[in-house]
């Protein structure tokens, strides 16, 4: 069983920044591949960007390519989401997510790919 808690989230105006930061149980972290997947009002979860287990890698949403930075430390089994230049359109509750069984690779973009997933946290940018 793996337990994932998400922190971070909170109210920015258009252009400003937010650091999401997760934190997972588990002794095997390192061999997760991680991802971070947001669902705004009224509409589906969707893919926002995932870390290969090693760190080596990554995918990116086209919405948020540029913007946002993913980040993992192996050590103290944390995953960080830096956001930048954040838009009103960004606006979510935002969930990390787990896949335990070391996959990596486009599937890692979709949402049933991941085992365990965070209870969220709202991220809302105001305009």
């Known amino acids: 069983q793996v337990q994932l808690v998400e922190s971070g989230g909170g109210l920015v105006q258009a252009g400003g920044s937010l650091r999401l930061s997760c934190a997972a149980s588990g002794r095997t972290f390192s061999s997760y591949t991680m991802g971070w997947f947001r669902q705004a009002p009224g509409k589906e979860r969707e893919f926002v960007v995932a870390?290969?287990?090693?760190?080596?890698?990554?995918l990116y949403a086209n919405s948020v390519k540029g913007r946002f930075t993913i980040s993992r430390d192996n050590v103290r089994n944390t995953v960080s989401l830096q956001m930048n230049s954040l838009k009103p359109e960004d606006t979510a509750v935002y969930y990390c997510a787990a896949d335990v069984h070391t996959n990596w690779g486009q599937g890692s973009r979709r949402i049933n790919e991941y085992d365990y997933w965070g209870q969220g946290t709202q991220v809302t940018v105001s305009s």
């Open positions: 870390i290969s287990y090693s760190g080596a890698s990554t």
